[in-house]
């Protein structure tokens, strides 16, 4: 075994897959655990095989499942595809994430709702609907400088970025509820 890099993955997985429709598109990701628990494999099927998307996206996957067998932290791993903004983007069929800004982003909320707790995901901005609608308590999720309670009128808007302190000046002009601002 080599040091810093994870012992193959069990012959026999424990895992699960999701499958999401965002925008028209159907997506299927599944996440296959290692034997401790944590998280250990990607794979993510979307349109024909031999397609580009399809091989972006199980490029992706494979980049994710190098990463966790060389103990690069989930987190690290997903931030850059949070707040990703290409099509097919917007309302998803998954009650937690009722909107994205595209299947990466998708993939990066799914992976840390599933797998990360909420401390480091609330690091990251990602939150379930319901803790961006009633909040976890006393440190209540903020977007766009406001209280997430003030926004659950519009439940897209609530789900769909992370905070705006924690996103760069072209991911809030490019989508979510401060777009053009």
């Known amino acids: 075994m080599t040091p810093g ?14 499958a999401v429709t965002i925008g028209a598109e159907r997506f299927y990701l599944t996440a296959n655990q290692r034997h401790d628990g ?7 099927h979307w349109g024909k095989h031999g397609t580009s ?4 996206v199980s490029t992706y996957a494979i980049a994710l499942s190098v990463g966790l067998r060389h103990r690069v932290p989930l ?18 069929d998954d009650p937690e994430i009722p909107r994205v800004c595209s299947a990466v982003d998708y993939i ?14 609330a690091v990251l901005g990602v939150y379930t609907l319901t803790e961006r609608t009633d909040g976890p308590g006393p440190a209540a999720p903020r977007l ?21 302190e924690s996103v760069s000046s072209s991911q809030v002009s490019n989508c979510g509820p401060c777009k053009g601002r």
């Open 108 to 121: 990066a909320r799914r992976l840390a709702i599933d797998w990360l707790p909420y401390r480091d995901r």
């Open 53 to 56: 998307s399809a091989g972006l």
């Open 75 to 92: 987190a690290e791993l997903i931030r850059p595809g949070l707040g990703q903004d290409f099509t097919p983007n917007g309302p998803t």
């Open 144 to 164: 766009c400088g406001q209280p997430a309670e003030l926004l659950k009128v519009n439940i897209f808007a609530a789900t769909m970025r992370p905070p705006i």
């Open 38 to 44: 944590s998280l250990g494999e990607v794979f993510i």
């Open 5 to 18: 890099v994870a012992p193959q993955m069990p012959r026999r997985r424990r895992g699960h897959t999701v």
